[in-house]
C-alpha cells in the first residue's frame, strides 16, 4: 500500500504487514550506462530467449541463489530446476514476450545472472527479473557488472523501451545499493 486509505483497507480484510517493497524506475533513455567492469576470469554474456542449453544447469544453480535473499521470516523463495526454468521460459514466450539475460561466467560457470522481461514492441516499460550472485562469488561488484551490461544490450536491442522498473524487499540492501549506484 501507498497511503494510509490503502493501508486501512488493508488491515479491514484481515491483511498483515510483513514485506514492505521498494519500486525502483530508470529511465533507460537517458541512463548514464558505463562500462561493466568485470573482475580477472569474469566473462559476461547475454542471450534473448531461453537460456542455451549448455548453460542450462549452471544456470539453474546459480538462480537458486536468490534462495538466501533477504525476505521477511516465514516466506520461501522458489527453488529452480530445469524443468522449472523451461516452464518459465515457455510461458514468458507464450506472451511474447522478450526475455533478455545477462550472466557472469567464471570458467564457464555461471556465477551471476540477472534478465528483463519486455513486452510485445512497442512497450514503453521493461521489468527486471531476478538478479543474483552465486554467495562463494559476492563482493566481487558482479551484481552490478551484469546489469549494467544488461540494460545496455537491452537500450541497444529494444529501443522502444524508455522505463524499467524493478521491485525488491526493503530489508535487501545489497541489491538497493547495487539499484542506486546505476
Do not use: Y
Amino acid at each position: 500500500h501507498v497511503g494510509a486509505a490503502a493501508a486501512d483497507f488493508a488491515r479491514s480484510v484481515g491483511a498483515r504487514e510483513d514485506q514492505r517493497h521498494v519500486v525502483s524506475a530508470l529511465d533507460l533513455r537517458a541512463a548514464a550506462l558505463l562500462a561493466p567492469a568485470s573482475p580477472d576470469g569474469i566473462v559476461l554474456r547475454s542471450w534473448l530467449g531461453a537460456c542455451p542449453a549448455a548453460l542450462l544447469e549452471s544456470f539453474v544453480r546459480a538462480r537458486n541463489g536468490m534462495s538466501d535473499a533477504p525476505v521477511p521470516a516465514g516466506q520461501d523463495m522458489p527453488t529452480w530446476t530445469v524443468g522449472s526454468q523451461r516452464s518459465d521460459e515457455s510461458r514468458w514466450a507464450a506472451r511474447s514476450h522478450d526475455v533478455l539475460t545477462t550472466v557472469a561466467l567464471e570458467a564457464e560457470e555461471v556465477v551471476a545472472l540477472t534478465g528483463v522481461r519486455v513486452p510485445p514492441a512497442p512497450a514503453a516499460e521493461a521489468l527486471t527479473d531476478d538478479t543474483t550472485t552465486v554467495a562463494a562469488h559476492r563482493g566481487r561488484g558482479l551484481a552490478l557488472a551484469v546489469k549494467l551490461e544488461n540494460l545496455r544490450r537491452l537500450r541497444e536491442e529494444r529501443g522502444d523501451v524508455e522505463r524499467v522498473m524493478t521491485r525488491n524487499a526493503e530489508i535487501n540492501a545489497g541489491i538497493l545499493a547495487v539499484n542506486a549506484r546505476i
